[in-house]
């Protein structure tokens, strides 16, 4: 199999374009499985949330947790800090 250039002159493969390919092959069917199963997760993820929905559950406050659970601790307290002096500072104003 021949590869061609833009001006479509031939372009000869050494043992080295052709391992760089097969490398490079390789790299690529491994991000598009990784993103294949990322698709799947993010699918079951959005089920898990509906049956979290249809038992009554607000699915935003329970987001929040999920993002306050994997930050952390002492950036969210800081975080928290803020917050809540901006808070108040709105509340007088």
């Known amino acids: 199999m021949k590869d061609f250039r833009m001006?479509?002159?031939a372009i000869e493969q050494t043992d080295s374009?052709?391992?760089a390919t097969s490398e490079l092959r390789a790299f690529v069917e491994r991000i598009e499985r990784l993103r294949a199963e990322i698709a799947d997760i993010k699918?079951?993820?959005k089920?898990?949330?509906a049956e979290l929905s249809g038992?009554?559950?607000l699915?935003?406050?329970v987001r929040?947790?999920?993002k306050e659970?994997?930050?952390d601790p002492d950036k969210l307290s800081e975080e928290s800090a803020v917050l809540d002096l901006y808070r108040e500072a709105l509340s007088n104003g």
Request: aromatic share 8%.
């Open 7 to 9: 001006d479509g002159s």
């Open 17 to 19: 374009h052709r391992v």
């Open 43 to 45: 699918e079951a993820e």
């Open 47 to 49: 089920e898990v949330f």
């Open 55 to 57: 038992r009554g559950y």
């Open 59 to 61: 699915k935003r406050p």
């Open 64 to 66: 929040t947790i999920i």
């Open 69 to 71: 659970r994997a930050t």
